[in-house]
Every structure is written in structure tokens, then in C-alpha cells.
């Protein structure tokens, strides 16, 4: 029996976490912050967004209240905070992958969890506004619905419990971890989950390499980068300044996408593009650049350039050598150069963002996926689900 297939008889349940994983709760959070916090006096550098998300809300509160030295107590911050929140809940968007993993695993039959630090009613609130979500947890498991929030264990063993299962299947005992900040498995998101690694059912919408997506639209003038695309790697690509795409950049994940481009005196062509940090020569920015796969004259440097992004290849990788960083680019464009032939991408190429004067935009980031019941790891989480 292949490793696969022993891992598949013995997965139990897939535990999942909300805010972060799920959905992109920074967004709203961020917002209402900054809101509230500039009643105070206060500006939100949005520099604790991370420490908050996935936190409960009097944790949250405190640890607000505290870095801004707010002149109230947690609890009325609590108070004031709570209303903002609701109203916002409504605007949070699922994050790529997100639906595409639910509903993969509950139409494979596996039982699913949710367990969320939040409390039961903003689990609720939140999921409501998510089509098809609630019907597809056999189990939602709040942080008040248990004697302590995560990095605690007890959420974890509550699901376990009212899913039916051993505990001993626990991420803490015996089960695997994905998660992006460290664990058994670390992706940098959802849309690189390969179920079948841990004994799941594959995806099975993978085109040719790519992963269709539901599309979005990032614009601008061409402007400056490193200078050394064209002349270190040969490969030029039309960086487009990431100010004022904080957003967009936070909900969608770093990596390799591809799609349709084009510059406004020029006209379309397929593209291959970046959106990351470009590890290999460890940035401290990230950047957005897209190769435009065609033979141009010159630079076109000022120009706006349009783009419909369309599919999805690979993360961003880092490489042993620059020589396999430029092979792996290469391949990148041969992939996306085929599959913008299919019409599924084809028909992007008529997309009216490109075509039309306004410059809308439409990126993820996973944390934490539990996959229940798999055999013993090698090395655990220690610390992770704090067991
Ligand atoms: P920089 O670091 O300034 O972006 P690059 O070497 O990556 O330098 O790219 C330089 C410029 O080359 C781009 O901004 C664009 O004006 C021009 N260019 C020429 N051909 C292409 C192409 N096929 N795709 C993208 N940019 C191109
Ligand atoms: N840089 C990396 O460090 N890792 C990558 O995986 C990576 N993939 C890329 C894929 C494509 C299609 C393109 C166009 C660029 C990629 N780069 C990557 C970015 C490359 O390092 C960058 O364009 C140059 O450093 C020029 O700034
Ligand atoms: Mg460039």
C-alpha cells in the first residue's frame, strides 16, 4: 500500500482556524482601529495587526490598550470596539483558496471543524456573510466555549470531542500541523495545500500547471526597481509601485501568478509575474513584477500598464543558484504562455479593466489548518497548539 493511501485510512477530521486562514480579518480590524484609535488622539500604525488576529477580544484590547497607553480599561475598550466590529463583519473577504479547500473537503466527506478564539457570536456573524460555510462544519467551536483560548490545547481537544474523535489524534499528540508559521508543514497559503501530501483527497483543478482564479485587477505607471532584472537575470519585468496596494497585497498571497497585461499606448500581451519579496536576494520590499512575454523595442518605464491576473503557478521560492532561479522563471513562462491559450484565460484578454479608465483593484495568507488523526510525527509542534 502506498504511504498515501496508509495516511488516507487513518485521517480523522481537518480542523481549520477563522480569522487569518479563512478570512482576511486584518483589513477590518486595521480599519476600526484606526477609526477608534484616532478618538484618542492616537494613530494606528497598523503594526499590531499581526499580534491581534486569531486573539480573543479582551487579549486584543489589552494588548491595544496598552501599546497606545490608552486612557480607558479593557473592558470599555471592549465596549466601544464591539459595534465597530459587527458592522465591519460583513465586508471580510474569504481568502484565496479559502472556499476552494471547503468545499473540496466536504465534498469529500471529511469532517470538518472550525475553532476560532473568537467568541460564538462574532464566529457566527462572521461566517454568516460566507456562502455555504456553517452547512459545511459538522463542528464550530468558539474561545468562549472553552476554559482557555489558543495557543492552549483545550479548543482543540473540544473539537475532537464533539467531532467523535480520539484526542490522541491531536495535532498535540499524534496528528500534523500546517500552518505558516511553522509546523510540520508551512505554506505561505492556502492555495498551496496539497491535501493529498497528507493522505486527502487531491484537488483536481489544476490546469497544466496552473491554478485558475477568480480574477483581479492591479494598475499603474512602470516605475523603477533594482535595476536588475533585464541585466542580471535577462528577464525584465515592469515593476508597478506597491503604494496604495497595502490591501490588495495582504489578501493575496506572495508568489508566481499570470494573466493579461496591457500598456496603454502598446496594446495586450500575456504576462508571468512575480509578487513577493524575491527571497533569492532577500528584499526588504516587496515588490509587484511582471515579465510581459513579448519582444518590446525599449523600456517603457511611466507608461500605465494594466493588469488582469488570472491563474496562479507556485510560491515564491528561494534558490541554490541564480541559474536555477532563471531556469525556474523560464519554466514559469512557458506554463503561463500555454495555458493563456486555453479559453478558460483566453477570455480574459478582452477583461474591460483593461480596456476601461477606471484602476480598480482586487491578493492570502494561511495560518493554521489542522489536519486531525495522521500518524506520529518526527517533529512536533511544541509551542504551536502549546501542548
Ligand atoms: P527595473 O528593476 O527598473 O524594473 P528591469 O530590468 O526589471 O529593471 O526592467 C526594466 C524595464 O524594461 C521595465 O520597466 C520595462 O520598461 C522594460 N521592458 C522591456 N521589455 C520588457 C518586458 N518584456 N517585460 C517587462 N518589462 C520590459
Ligand atoms: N525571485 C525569487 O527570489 N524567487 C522566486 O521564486 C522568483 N520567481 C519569479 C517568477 C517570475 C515569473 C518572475 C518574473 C520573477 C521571479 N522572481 C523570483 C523575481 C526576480 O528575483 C526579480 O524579478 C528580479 O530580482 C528583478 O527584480
Ligand atoms: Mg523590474
Known amino acids: 500500500m502506498s504511504t498515501a493511501k496508509a495516511l488516507k485510512k487513518v485521517v480523522a477530521a481537518v480542523i481549520l ?25 492616537k494613530q494606528w500604525d ?26 480607558c480599561s479593557t473592558d470599555e475598550f471592549v465596549t ?20 476552494r479547500l471547503i468545499k473540496h473537503l466536504s465534498d469529500h ?19 454568516s456573510y460566507q456562502q455555504g460555510w456553517k452547512e459545511s462544519f459538522s463542528v464550530i467551536i468558539a474561545g468562549d466555549e472553552v476554559r482557555a483560548g489558543k495557543p492552549s490545547p ?32 508551512v505554506i505561505s497559503s492556502l492555495l498551496d495545500l496539497q491535501p493529498e501530501f497528507w493522505g486527502l483527497p487531491p484537488f483536481d483543478d489544476w490546469i497544466d500547471g496552473t491554478l485558475p482564479l477568480e480574477t483581479w485587477h492591479i494598475g499603474g505607471p ?45 496594446g495586450v500581451y500575456k504576462m508571468v509575474m512575480s509578487i513577493g519579496w524575491n527571497p533569492y536576494f532577500n528584499n526588504t520590499e516587496k515588490t509587484i513584477e511582471p515579465w510581459l512575454l513579448h519582444e518590446f523595442d525599449g523600456d517603457f518605464y511611466g507608461e500605465e500598464l494594466r493588469l488582469v491576473i488570472v491563474g496562479y503557478i507556485r510560491p515564491e521560492a528561494n534558490f541554490t543558484s541564480l541559474e536555477s532561479l532563471i531556469a525556474k522563471i523560464h519554466e514559469d513562462r512557458r506554463i503561463a504562455e500555454r495555458a493563456l491559450d486555453i ?25 493554521d489548518v489542522l489536519l486531525v488523526g495522521l500518524p506520529a510525527l518526527p517533529r512536533f509542534l511544541a509551542g504551536e497548539a502549546g501542548c
Not at 17 to 34: E, F, M, N, Q
Not at 81 to 94: E, M, R
Not at 234 to 262: D, Q
Open 343 to 367: 479559453p478558460l484565460y483566453l477570455k480574459y484578454k478582452d477583461d474591460p479593466y483593461l480596456k476601461g479608465s477606471s484602476l480598480s483593484t482586487g491578493i492570502i495568507h494561511a495560518k
Open 46 to 71: 497598523g503594526r499590531e495587526a499581526q499580534k491581534i488576529v486569531g486573539k480573543t477580544p479582551l487579549e486584543e484590547a489589552t494588548i491595544v490598550v496598552e501599546d497606545y497607553e490608552l486612557p
Open 109 to 127: 466527506n471529511v469532517p470538518l471543524a472550525l475553532a476560532s478564539n473568537s467568541p460564538r457570536a462574532y464566529v457566527e456573524s462572521k461566517i
Open 222 to 266: 512602470v516605475v523603477k526597481g533594482f535595476g536588475r532584472g533585464s541585466k542580471v537575470l535577462g528577464i525584465p519585468t515592469a515593476n508597478l509601485s506597491t503604494k496604495g496596494y497595502s490591501a490588495l497585497l495582504s489578501e493575496h498571497p506572495s508568489g508566481v501568478y499570470f494573466g493579461w497585461a496591457r500598456l496603454s499606448t502598446q
Open 17 to 41: 482556524d477563522l480569522d487569518g486562514t479563512l478570512i482576511h480579518t486584518d483589513g477590518i480590524l486595521s480599519d476600526v482601529l484606526k477609526a477608534l484609535l484616532l478618538k484618542y488622539g
Open 154 to 185: 483545550d479548543i482543540f481537544l473540544e473539537a475532537a470531542k464533539r467531532l467523535g474523535i480520539e484526542p490522541s489524534l491531536l495535532p498535540c499528540h499524534r496528528g500534523f500541523f500546517v500552518s505558516i508559521t511553522g509546523a510540520d508543514e
Open 80 to 99: 466601544q470596539i464591539t459595534p465597530l466590529l459587527y458592522d465591519q463583519f460583513c465586508n471580510i473577504k474569504a481568502l484565496p483558496g479559502a472556499n
